[in-house]
């Protein structure tokens, strides 16, 4: 459903500029009086408590909402006293530097949504908070105010850092080839399979934050899988230079997995050409060294109160794993 906010049509408050005469003594009701004060907003937090904050930034809807630095008023139904103590009487026009507002429920209608990265109630844009609008006390109301997540006063994009600071990634391995083990490295025009511990895959939650109303939280899940592959020549044994990734789990794909290895280690030719031979292999052109690091692209959903927003992919490397390539010598044990 689209929601149009068009916040100044949502308001039907008296304001003007104050009357020279407004000089605030006696309670005739013809002489209007004036109040001073400052602007406040009560926000409720996760738990539906109130809290007030006085610092509110001049580009805010709270700032500018019946005029910025303009007096709000109304016309008193009966006598009472206004919030600097002065006495007005039924009929006396009223005027107020202390607007304030009030937020009526948090965006979940009262309750926190439960933390659950595959439900979402839309998008975090359409998260408006709604607000009540007083003039110098809660005795009385103005109007009814809608403010989107994007106000300066309650962005809860301001939190991203925050929460990117708790966003606690398990680091890739670089699976170690069965042939290092037997014969020291990788083998010159023999295929390298190029993955991962199977358990770096996986989604991750950061830290969850609480702020200004808002229960926030970043999901991560693993998108897709290359290999950033750097192959030094021997000096000694030259052979071409290699510098590139290797692809190996295209976007959105669902790899399969061993105990040791994802994608799962699978038959690999004898010999292969040098350089990339398809997804997640590689084949060393002669001796020298090579480092392998992995890179995991993760997509990132940030979570406000239920409502989500998809944030820039993420990517997270492994450590480089290097080894030494080199020709496999066969030996003749006829005799």
Known sequence: ????????????????????????????SSTPIYIPGARAVDVRNTSGYLSRYTTIPSSSLFSTTGGRGQACSF???????????QHYSAGQTVYSNRWLFEETTIVTGGETAPVNPNVSKGALRDAVRSFLVFCDS????????????????????????????????????????????????????????????????RPHWSNSVSWRGWLMYLYVTPLALDFHVVFTPDPAQPSPAFDGIVPCVIRGATPSADAHALPAFPTLPDTALPGVNGPCTWTPPGPGSVSIEARITYSVTFWANGYTEQQPDYVWSSAPARFATGELSSVNTNR
């Open 138 to 201: 809660r005795d009385h109301l103005l109007s009814y105010l809608l403010v989107s997540p994007s106000d300066s006063m309650l962005n809860p994009h301001f939190r991203l850092t925050s929460l990117y600071n708790g966003l606690q990634l398990t680091q890739p391995t670089v699976f170690r080839n069965p042939v290092v083990d037997r014969w020291g490295g990788l083998i010159t025009r023999y295929p390298a399979w190029l993955a991962i511990d199977p358990g770096s895959w």
């Open 75 to 85: 016309v008193a139904g009966t006598a009472g006293v206004a919030s600097d103590g």
């Open 1 to 28: 459903m689209n929601r149009v906010v068009a916040p100044i049509a949502l308001l039907c408050v008296l304001y003007a500029a104050v009357p020279a005469d407004a000089q605030g003594v006696g309670n005739d």
